[in-house]
Structure formats: structure tokens, C-alpha cells
């Protein structure tokens, strides 16, 4: 019995060693420790954060400048019954065709226009919808065993991506616009990849019909996406073969079906104007502007190269991972997971190029593009979260990620301190986060530090447990801002409380007028005052009004070298509202007369 019970022992002692060694071999090969978190609870926790990452303050705050009013007011002046050609204080705005207009006035009328900022939930559906739409992209691409592992951490990345968050929680175009490009290029994939037959000419239909639906939503660029993306998948495969399975012979006939009564009816209504607006001013002028142009943001050609890493925020360190290991470590991809990576790149660099080449640019005409290079971050968080991507590289990148939660955790706390120190003038953000409490900047700095920490310590041998100390610090800088950064800049871009002091001081009867308004102006006073504005040219027309009765005059300085305000005080008014200082932009009602 006792020999027994010795073997016993002795098969214990057995067991526990090579349970030791077996962790041991684990780690030294790369590969995570049995004490790892499990795969099941990272994707729970994934998926837990990005639902509340894309919660958070969609509807506590006002509309923000320089966009959001503008959108929201076409939005309820298309509700009022502008359904053809939405109107900017009742003049034709035809930047973009009206789908997402139309969308945004559907909930106003059923959710009422007086909180314009619940227009965003148009915003916050294509948001999350777009993360759905590039998780199953990334499946399908990455077909096989890990499909769904790189599914779920792509969707993750473009979660985490700084310019397509900030779309999905701000009223614009281009959220719903990267939703139907995504989708286009996801059915176009399917049928290329499936058998002739019925099955890939409704794939076919839906991928141009998704096109055709990005182009209501934005214009020409929405067709151009899924286009760069079948040219792509030709180079990259070095076959014509992709586009002829793709279909396009069906994209015409399907956009005429989408666009054309909308189309017809434009030129019913706007004739040869309409057309003109859509077609020249806003599409070809802003890729090879006119003289005639005036949409700014003529930009140089380089303009996207130093904003890329910004836009991307923490996904540019997983993008930079995976194209890392494209370089140098090849083969540990696997033939499959190269093509993959090499399309989704070349996607994303014929966009690039694209978007560079063109004369108007903004970060935000990067977002239908950033689906492609979020999955691309996707395969180096899927590698490292296995244990796959192991190298000193690797570890250091996630260190960087870390520690970017952990200083921007830190930033409320530091501008506080440089207000309280005098380093911090009056008006400047660190002024307006000073009067916030100091418990959740705190908390903020304290926590979103010991996330850091915790990633470092468990990087090397339990990367899952790295993964998800990262994402709980992400999830408490997003809370730290919900109750810091969103206040002080909601304090200094939002219009309400102005457009609506002035609504209430101008008389019902008695126009508005401005001095070569710009959008932002004539939308903040339809939006809030629920008032049309009456364009001046130049403030010499001021003379003639004065003279005729009392006149209410806004008058809007974007930059201290405007000097709108000083040339309509030579007319003798009085401001009544003065609103702005220490701001970009600050705006005055002037009264002239009785």
C-alpha cells in the first residue's frame, strides 16, 4: 500500500514537471502560458467595449463646428419638405446627393428636431454596422482556421481607430458612406469568389447596388471605393479574371435603377444648375480645383502623409505590426494570409495615392479606406494574441500602445496642472477642463497607468492578458473623457446657446443679416433660432439698410486677422450678444437704429 501510494506521489511529481516544462516550451516559442486568459472572454470583453466605445456621448453634448450644424440643419430643412434638392437656408445645397439627408430627416420626424444632436443615431447605426460589415470582409478574405480570430480583432481595430470613432459620433456623410463601400466591396468578394450561377449574379446586384447607394450617399467617391477595391484584387491576383466574375457590366443598369429617378427629378426641378453643382463644383473641382472654387481645403499633395498615424491613433500601431512581419517574416504568414494582407494594402494605397492626388482634402475622405487597413491591424493582433507574433518588435509595440492610453490618461491631469501654474491662458482648453473635478482625472491618470503597467508585466508570456489590460484602459479613457474632454470642448463648439440668445433678441418680424455668412453661420441660425439669414456682400450695404429702419446684424471673425466686426461698427452699432472670446471663432449681434 505504501508503494503505492509512492508511485502515486511519485506520478504527481511527474505530472507537475511536465506541466512546467510544457509552459516552459510554450513561452519559449512564443506561444501563451496555460494562465492566459481565454480566447471566449477576450472576445466577450472585445465586443463588450466596442458596444460602449460607441455609446458613450453620442447624445450628451450639442452639435459640434465646423460640420454638424450645417448637416443637421439640411437635414430639417429637408424634413420641412426639401426632399429633392435639400436647401442651407433655403438655397439648393447639393455638396453631396440627399440619402444621408433623407435618413437624418426620418428621425427628425420621428424623433423630433428640437434636440438636433439625435440625428446622430444615424451615425452611431452605420457606425457599429461598418464594424460588423469588416468583420465579415475579413472572414471571408481570410478564409480558414483563423478566420474569425482575424475577423473579430479587425473589427476591433477599426474600432479603435481614431477618425473612423470620431465619424461615428459626430452627424456627418461619411460613416453611412464607408458602411455601403464596405459592403459593396464585401458582395463584390463574394462573387468573385463563387461559382457562375444565380447565386453570384444576386452577389453581383448586391455589390452594385451597394455602390450605387454610396454614391447617394456621397457622390462619385462612392463608386470609386468598391472600383479601387476589384482593381486591387486584379493586381494583386495579376488577373483580369476577378473582374470579369465581379459583374461590372451590372453596374450601370443598377445605378440608373438606384439614382436615376432621384436624378431625373433634380433636373426636373434645378435643370442644368443642379447638375452642374453635383457634378463639376463638388466633384471634379475638388479634385482639380477651378479658379471658380470655393469649397477650400486645397491641400499639397503630401497633406495625408503626417495625419495618417494621427487618424489611425492605436490601430496605426497594429497596422505597423502587421506590415512588419509582411516584410521581414514573410513566410510565417502563410501563402493565403500574404494575398490577403497585399490586397488590403493595395486597396488602401490606391485610395491613398488617390485622395492624394485630388486638390480638396480633409482627414476625414480617408475613412471609406481605413476598413482595409484595420484588418490589415487585425492579422498582428490575431498573430499576437496566439502567441504568433512573438519578436522583440512586437512586445515593444504593444508597450507603445500602452503607453499611449496611459499619457493621454494623464493629458486632463497635466493641463490642469499647467492652468493652475499660469503656463494656460484664459479660454484655452486646460481653462475649461480647471473648473472640472479632480477625482476623475485622477481616477483617469491612476488607472489608465496601472492598464499600462499590467500590460507590461504579462506582454511576454500571457499576450491575451496584455490584450485585455490594454482594452480596459482604453474603455477608462473613454469614460475620462466622457466626464473631462467632451464638456470643455462641447463649451467651445457648440453654437445652441448663442444662435438661440440671438433668436430670442431679433424680433419675429425683422430680418438677419451677415456679412458674407459662411455655412456654419447660416446653419447655426436655421437650426437654433429657427431664422433665415439675408446675405450682405460687402458692410457698405450696410448704409443704405440703416437708413430704412432698425437692422440686426451677425457678424461672424474666424481668425484675429478678420476684421468683419470693425468694418460694421463704422455704421454706428451696438453689440447686443458677444460670444467667443479667447475662441476661433467668435460672433457678435450687432442692432443698428432704433
Known amino acids: 500500500m505504501s508503494d503505492n501510494a509512492g508511485q502515486g506521489g511519485a506520478s504527481t511529481a511527474a505530472s507537475a514537471i511536465e506541466r512546467n516544462q510544457a509552459a516552459r516550451s510554450a513561452r519559449s516559442q512564443g506561444q501563451p502560458a496555460a494562465r492566459d486568459l481565454s480566447p471566449t472572454l477576450l472576445a466577450i470583453l472585445i465586443a463588450g467595449l466596442l458596444v460602449a466605445l460607441y455609446s458613450l456621448s453620442q447624445f450628451a453634448h450639442d452639435l459640434w463646428t465646423p460640420d454638424e450644424p450645417r448637416v443637421a440643419a439640411v437635414a430639417r430643412e429637408t424634413a420641412d419638405g426639401a ?52 468583420f465579415l470582409l475579413a472572414r471571408d478574405v481570410f478564409a480558414g482556421e483563423q478566420s474569425r480570430s482575424t475577423a473579430m480583432f ?18 456627418l456623410t461619411d460613416g453611412p458612406l464607408a458602411f455601403f463601400t464596405s459592403l459593396s466591396a ?82 426636373q426641378d434645378e435643370g442644368g444648375a443642379g447638375f452642374r453643382a453635383l457634378f463639376v463644383e463638388n466633384t471634379l473641382w475638388r479634385i482639380w480645383p477651378s479658379s471658380d472654387y470655393t ?14 498615424v494621427p487618424l489611425m491613433g492605436l490601430s496605426a500601431v497594429f497596422s505597423a505590426g502587421a506590415v512588419a512581419r509582411r516584410m521581414v517574416s514573410p513566410r510565417e504568414l502563410g501563402e493565403r494570409d500574404r494575398e490577403a494582407v497585399d490586397l488590403l494594402l493595395a486597396w488602401f494605397g490606391l485610395g491613398f495615392l488617390c485622395l492624394s492626388l485630388a486638390g480638396a482634402k480633409r482627414g476625414v475622405y480617408l475613412t471609406p479606406f481605413l476598413p482595409a487597413l484595420a484588418i490589415v491591424g487585425g492579422v498582428w493582433l490575431r498573430d499576437y494574441a ?35 501654474a499660469g503656463w494656460a491662458p484664459p479660454g484655452s482648453p486646460a481653462a475649461l477642463m480647471a473648473g472640472l473635478g479632480a477625482t476623475v482625472w485622477l481616477m483617469a491618470a491612476v488607472g489608465t ?82 431664422r433665415q439669414t439675408r446675405a450682405l456682400a460687402e458692410p457698405s450695404e450696410l448704409g443704405t439698410l440703416v437708413r430704412r429702419g432698425p437692422v440686426y446684424l451677425v457678424v461672424v471673425d474666424k481668425r484675429p486677422d478678420q476684421a468683419n466686426f470693425e468694418a460694421a461698427r463704422n455704421y454706428g452699432g451696438k453689440a447686443v450678444v458677444d460670444w467667443g472670446q479667447g475662441r476661433s471663432r467668435r460672433i457678435r449681434l450687432l442692432r443698428f437704429g432704433q
Open 83 to 134: 426632399w429633392v434638392a435639400p436647401t442651407l437656408n433655403g438655397v439648393p445645397f447639393l455638396e453631396e446627393p440627399p440619402l444621408h439627408a433623407w435618413l437624418t430627416a426620418g428621425a427628425y420626424t420621428a424623433l423630433g428636431s428640437e434636440r438636433p444632436e439625435l440625428g446622430r443615431l444615424i451615425s452611431l447605426l452605420f457606425g457599429l454596422g461598418g464594424v460588423a460589415l469588416t
Open 154 to 171: 479587425a473589427a476591433l481595430a477599426l474600432g479603435l481607430c481614431l477618425e473612423y470613432f470620431a465619424v461615428s459620433h459626430r452627424l
Open 186 to 267: 464585401l458582395f463584390y468578394w463574394k462573387a468573385m469568389n463563387s461559382a457562375p450561377g444565380a447565386r453570384r449574379i444576386a452577389r453581383q446586384l448586391v455589390g452594385a447596388g451597394a455602390a450605387s447607394l454610396a454614391f447617394m450617399t456621397k457622390g462619385a467617391v462612392g463608386v470609386a471605393v468598391p472600383l479601387l477595391f476589384l482593381v486591387a484584387v486584379a493586381l494583386v491576383r495579376r488577373s483580369l479574371a476577378p473582374l470579369k466574375a465581379s459583374g461590372l457590366w451590372l453596374l450601370p443598369p443598377v445605378f440608373l435603377l438606384v439614382c436615376g429617378p432621384w436624378l431625373l427629378l433634380l433636373f
Open 295 to 308: 469649397g477650400g481645403h486645397v491641400r499639397p499633395f503630401y497633406y495625408y502623409l503626417p495625419r495618417l
Open 386 to 420: 496566439r502567441g504568433a507574433a512573438a519578436g522583440r518588435l512586437d512586445r515593444f509595440l504593444i508597450w507603445l500602445a500602452a503607453a499611449c492610453v496611459a499619457v493621454a490618461g494623464c493629458t486632463p491631469m497635466a493641463l490642469r496642472l499647467a492652468f493652475e
Open 449 to 530: 497607468i496601472s492598464a499600462a503597467l499590467a500590460v507590461a508585466f504579462s506582454a511576454r508570456r500571457a499576450p491575451r492578458l496584455a490584450l485585455a489590460s490594454l482594452l480596459l484602459g482604453i474603455l477608462l479613457l473613454a469614460l475620462a473623457a466622457k466626464f473631462l474632454i467632451v464638456p470643455a470642448v462641447d463649451a467651445d463648439k457648440s453654437l445652441s446657446a448663442v444662435s438661440r440668445r440671438i433668436g430670442q433678441i431679433v424680433p419675429a418680424d425683422a430680418a438677419i443679416y451677415a456679412i458674407r455668412p459662411d455655412e456654419t453661420t447660416v446653419a447655426m441660425l436655421s437650426l437654433y433660432a429657427h
